[in-house]
């Protein structure tokens, strides 16, 4: 099997190990420069996952948690495509995402905002993305909350992310945001991303088009993990 | 037919958080959603190989041990091949204990890996570490302490790890198993990779 080689990380894009504003980094960011290595094939290659192991149930987060009912909240579908850095759709990889409720609650030994849990939402989903790259979540929409930064810190309203990729060096954890949320601009591990484009990119906007009426509202968000750039001078296997 | 690129951005890595459980790892965050729950067992009762077991720390730049953080292995089987045969995925996932902070997980030493140019990877485990407060996943590795001929040739510890830091990238022996703490800023401060 031919692995592809990976192009440097463009570090412009992804918040530093060190942002003071958010105060538990700064005794978990490395004071060391990361080493740079080409990546070998224990970099180039990662774990598959297969619908043996992910059923379409579980990226339905209305459904998957139920005990008296339905979740209370506004219902959302999440949808979006992973891709490459060179557009190219990833197929059949395993997207992952966990959020609070609707009143910015999360199911979660360790929280304990005082906001009350919803009995029929648990807040975790996970799907396998199709030929094109394509994944699709209904959930309902997460609440801001309260968490102990600064004095009357917020974070705004968002749904972690995680995917895989084909390499294990393509492994990516980020979160989505929702398009307008006031909140964004007040918050340090948002603001921590340096590229204005990048930051832009992890707000989804409002999706009408996928839009069910009289059911759920959808909000687009596409994840573009690292990928080989082609080069003028390179010879372009299949699928290149 | 070659089409024009139209490259796009990388998305930009944020912190997993202090409730990644949720969504990694729902049954230590309280929930039972799913039938079967990813990356608890890296080998099976029928994976080929020598059995070991792992377990450490990882410590902050104050010297406390975190608690809410994740670690992701991924591993050859013990032939030295990447990638799932017999009930053997080579990739795991643990979580540092809410109330100690120690992580642990069984699995089979890996096999020697081909590196480029003809060479010879040691024995490794490749890992990615995330949690509350890393902006971004850190990646390192943990190589076995009696491979010591092997490190010296390996393109990776011998190749970009200065000299004074590669023992932090080596498990230490403890009785039957090996010890390997992650330290993520400070004196003793673990090689993470820009791979």
């Known amino acids: 099997m031919s692995k592809r080689a990976l192009p440097p990380r463009n570090w412009q894009v992804h918040p530093p190990a060190l942002a003071p504003a958010y105060k538990t980094s700064r005794l978990r960011a490395p004071a060391q420069p990361l080493i740079a290595m080409d990546p070998t094939i224990s970099e180039l290659s990662g774990p598959t996952f297969g619908p043996a192991q992910i059923t379409v149930s579980d990226s339905d987060l209305l459904q998957n948690h139920k005990t008296t009912g339905l979740p209370i909240g506004e219902r959302i579908i999440v949808h979006g495509r992973v891709l490459d850095e060179q557009a190219r759709p990833v197929p059949h990889t395993l997207v992952e995402i966990w959020q609070a409720n609707a009143s910015g609650r999360y199911r979660h030994a360790n929280d304990s905002y005082f906001a009350p849990l919803d009995p029929n939402f648990g807040g975790c989903g996970r799907a396998l993305t199709d030929q094109d790259g394509a994944f699709r979540f209904h959930t309902i929409k997460p609440g801001a909350y309260p968490w102990p930064n600064g004095p009357n810190s917020w974070r705004p309203a968002h749904i972690h992310f995680s995917v895989f990729g084909t390499a294990f060096a393509q492994r990516l954890i980020t979160q989505m945001y929702f398009e307008g949320d006031p909140l964004l601009k007040l918050c340090p591990i948002y603001q921590a991303v340096p590229d204005q484009r990048a930051k832009e990119l992890l707000v989804a906007p409002l999706d009408m088009e996928r839009s069910e009426p009289f059911d759920s509202i959808a909000y687009r968000f596409d994840i573009v993990l690292r990928g080989a750039r082609s080069t003028p001078f390179e010879n372009r296997p299949e699928g290149n | ?195």
């Open chain 2, 1 to 195: 037919m070659i089409l024009p690129d139209t490259p796009k951005q990388e998305t930009a890595s944020q912190t997993a958080g202090p409730y990644v459980h949720i969504g990694l790892m729902p049954v230590m965050a309280g929930l039972s959603i799913y039938p079967q729950e990813l990356g608890r067992a890296l080998a099976g009762p029928d994976t080929q190989g020598e059995r070991v077991e792992v377990q450490g720390f990882i410590f902050d730049g104050a010297g406390e041990a975190i608690k809410d953080a994740i670690i992701e292995v991924w591993q050859a089987d013990a032939e030295g091949g990447l990638a799932g045969t017999d009930g053997f995925t080579g990739w795991g996932r643990v979580a540092t204990d809410f109330d100690t902070g120690v992580f642990s997980f069984e699995t089979i030493k890996p096999g020697c890996v081909p590196a480029q140019g003809g060479k010879v990877m040691a024995p490794h485990l490749t890992l990615w570490i995330f949690a509350r407060g890393i902006n971004i996943g850190l990646n390192t590795r943990m190589y076995f302490p009696q491979d010591s001929q092997a490190h010296d040739i390996d393109p990776v510890l011998s190749g970009y790890v200065p000299q004074d830091r590669r023992d932090t990238l080596i498990a230490r022996r403890e009785g039957d198993s090996y010890h390997f703490d992650i330290h993520l800023q400070g004196a003793r401060e673990t090689v993470f990779f820009d791979v």
